[in-house]
């Protein structure tokens, strides 16, 4: 095994964890944040070699999950009804103070999908409007919008409960 074999294995190692986080904040779906985040290293697997001279490995992860994850909501716009009832949500130990937030993190996962994603990339990972939409292939306005949708839906849910939020900010 050379080098670059190693270091591979030292990202995926250290950084698989955290990034199965980032996938179900993505999704919703522990599974599908585990397949998101396989899918995402395999990619980067077959490029290490010239992601780790150039770029951030982390990084290239993320924004290849979030591409993917958009590109399977875009294929599955239509719900589809199903005959058995999904499986109960998940929650993350890692996730600092789940049990406190877990009424927010279930009120995220019930978002539409382009909402969740626009919320998740703009609040936990730090992007800016511009980057979500080139990320998401839509204009910086419907990032904008979607947004503040989003965080309308999330404030009607999640902040009833918790009087300390208001109108986005913390009293």
């Known amino acids: 095994m050379d080098g670059t074999d190693i270091a591979f294995e030292e990202f995926v190692r250290s950084r698989s964890a955290a990034l199965v986080r980032y996938g179900y904040v993505l999704t919703g779906n522990a599974h599908d944040a585990a397949d998101l985040a396989q899918e995402a290293l395999a990619r980067l697997g077959s490029s290490w070699s010239r992601v780790r001279r150039r770029d951030d490995p982390e990084g290239y992860v993320r924004t290849t999950m979030a591409r993917l994850h958009i590109s399977r909501w875009r294929r599955l716009r239509r719900e589809r009804l199903v005959g058995e009832v999904p499986d109960r949500g998940y929650a993350d130990p890692g996730l600092a103070n789940a049990e406190a937030d877990a009424g927010l993190w279930q009120a995220l996962g019930a978002l539409p999908r382009r909402q969740r994603a626009v919320l998740v990339l703009r609040y936990y990972e730090q992007r800016g409007d511009d980057e979500i939409a ?33 109108s986005g900010r913390a009293r």
């Open 134 to 166: 080139a990320l998401l292939g839509i204009s910086r306005g419907t990032v904008r919008s979607q947004a503040a949708r989003g965080l309308d839906k999330l404030r009607a849910k999640w902040a009833p409960a918790h009087p300390r939020v208001t």
